[in-house]
């Protein structure tokens, strides 16, 4: 991020986000089993706030995906999305098929075609893995939630240091870019390392895996925040929070891939009051 020109407080954005997620991942490695027993209304709960979003946030640019916290801006569905991915594939009931309708719903609304698209490929790939009927209904209403988002055209300029990382870090340097690639494919290590070692609960280790590889396909493809290699805190504590919900092997795993992908030349999230001037805060 230094070498891309991006001001110092970003990378301290970051450092803060990565400092506070790391807290909570050691608070919840202590909670998940007691979380587990009530991920519904947990799940249920996380629904909450992606339909506040929706419904009240004043649109920037039509869309209506961030919320401000004192001086930053943050955008809700990176943090709670791959947190409600990860705690319904590891214990589905009514509720949190509910909460999983709910976010679909939201998302939608908001309209967020990145994050839409994030919940689907972790629904489908929970599916896939362990075919029943809550998931499968789960699954089903956000397939017409993400063809909506694809119907509304999503004007919003690409923002510096948050999106496009994929490419302009090259403009930067060879290096810079490579680091960034590697940085980004390092987030679906613990998937991958708790699939190919069987590692218990499968399903949920795939749909963390799907969920993660949306949300850089989305960064690659269109202009949505490039987590954690860009700068912005919101991908950093959905990252840590949603690994930190997973089986063990795979958190030890995860540990070693988020020290990996240290933020090198982007922008997300997070936004200071004094950058709302920006397309929009990531």
């Known amino acids: 991020m230094l070498a891309a020109g991006a001001p110092p407080r970003y990378l301290l954005v970051n450092l803060t986000a990565l400092v506070l997620g790391a807290t909570a991942w050691l608070a919840l490695g202590r909670t998940t089993r007691t979380l587990l027993t009530g991920a519904g209304p947990a799940i249920a709960a996380l629904a909450v706030p992606l339909l506040l979003t929706a419904l009240f946030v ?12 004192g001086p930053l801006r943050l955008q809700i569905s990176l943090i709670v999305v791959p947190v409600m991915v990860v705690l319904y594939a590891r214990r589905q009931d009514a509720i949190g098929t509910a909460g999983m309708i709910a976010a679909a719903l939201a ?9 839409a698209g994030v919940l689907l490929a972790g629904l489908l790939a929970l ?15 956000s397939i017409p939630a993400f063809g909506s988002t694809l119907l509304t ?18 403009d930067v340097h060879p290096l810079a870019g490579s680091a960034v690639l590697v940085g980004a494919a390092a987030l679906i290590v613990p998937a991958l390392i708790g699939a190919l070692s069987g590692a218990g609960e499968r399903p949920a280790l795939l749909a963390f895996g799907a969920c993660w590889l949306g949300v850089i396909a989305a960064a690659a493809l269109g202009n949505y925040p490039t987590p954690l290699v860009g700068y912005g805190g919101s991908a950093v504590l959905g990252y840590l929070l949603s690994v930190a919900l997973l089986p063990n092997g795979a958190r030890e795993a995860g540990r070693g891939a988020t020290f990996a992908s240290r933020p090198v030349a982007g922008r997300s ?7 709302l001037r920006l397309p929009h805060p990531a």
């Open 58 to 69: 004043a649109p920037v640019e039509g869309a209506s995906r961030w919320i401000g916290v």
């Open 107 to 115: 998302l939608a609304l908001q309209p967020d075609r990145a994050m």
């Open 127 to 141: 599916v896939l893995a362990a075919p029943r009927r809550l998931p499968l209904m789960a699954m089903a209403a």
């Open 153 to 170: 055209p999503d004007t919003l300029a690409a923002a510096p240091y948050v999106d496009r990382i994929f490419y302009t870090a090259f």
């Open 269 to 275: 999230a997070d936004q200071t009051t004094s950058e």
